[in-house]
């Protein structure tokens, strides 16, 4: 079965500080990739950041970096100088190309962060 | 920039009603997805469709049935509305070269009473 989980349904950070959040994922597929999605309150999905599962090295957006550990299937994000603008739902998530490209995307349950001033 | 729209973003139903959630697409996407959020279930997929009249179910297509009859177009429909599904609805779309991000519509709350 393929699964994602999010262990931490909620976590709050100052502003201007650093915040991880956790994803690990499980698949039997070799050729896939991961996202981290952003649901700001009352606004529109958005990709935060994605890694293809056949690099190592882990990417990075300006403030948002992940830490990809294809062999313990873990792929946590890695929020720096933290902005009250950073407050959202964040989604792990996967696609596997497996037999057919669908772009079908495997969730996790989702981690509300806050920011605090 | 892709740009999907939902045609509501909040809309209040009665049980027993037929009810058609749209979305459109302006990308020329092949593949258009329908998914409910719920707290503390993330985004569970419930159709999805690869081509005009093409589709798919998805985990929970039960209650729920979908339309394609334009690639720009994609409707989710619930047959006879029931409480419990009273959620959010986001439509996504994904332009087929693998890796690329799905995009989603800015949601539906749906409230069935």
């Known amino acids: 079965a393929q699964t994602v989980t999010q262990s931490q349904p909620e976590m709050s950070v100052q502003e201007a500080e650093t915040v991880t959040l956790s994803c690990t994922y499980d698949?039997?597929?070799?050729?896939?990739?991961l996202f981290w999605y952003k649901q700001p309150p009352s606004r529109q999905m958005i990709l935060v950041i994605r890694q293809e599962a056949y690099k190592q090295q882990n990417a990075t957006e300006n403030r948002f970096s992940v830490n990809f550990q294809k062999a313990a299937k873990s792929f946590s994000l890695k929020i720096s100088d933290s902005q009250l603008g950073d407050t959202a739902m964040y989604f792990c998530a996967f696609m596997i190309h497996g037999s057919g490209n669908t772009g079908k995307l495997i969730f996790g349950q989702g981690t509300t962060l806050q920011v605090k001033p | 920039d892709v740009k999907v729209t939902q045609s509501s973003r909040y809309l209040v139903k009665r049980t027993g009603e037929k009810v058609f959630l749209e979305c459109v697409q302006d990308?020329?996407?092949?593949?258009m997805f329908w998914y409910r959020q719920d707290p503390g279930l993330g985004l569970r997929l419930i159709y999805f469709?690869?081509?005009?009249?093409?589709?798919e179910k998805g985990d929970i297509p039960e209650g729920y049935s979908v339309s394609r009859e334009k690639k720009e177009r994609f409707s989710l429909i619930l047959e006879s509305a029931s409480t419990n599904q009273t959620s959010m609805y986001l439509c996504?779309?994904?332009?087929?070269?693998?890796?690329?991000?799905?995009?989603f519509g800015d949601g539906t709350r749906l409230s069935i009473l």
């Open positions: 469709s690869y081509d005009v009249k093409m589709k």
């Open positions: 990308m020329d996407h092949e593949n």
């Open positions: 996504a779309s994904y332009g087929g070269v693998f890796g690329q991000p799905q995009h």
């Open positions: 698949t039997s597929e070799n050729n896939y990739y």
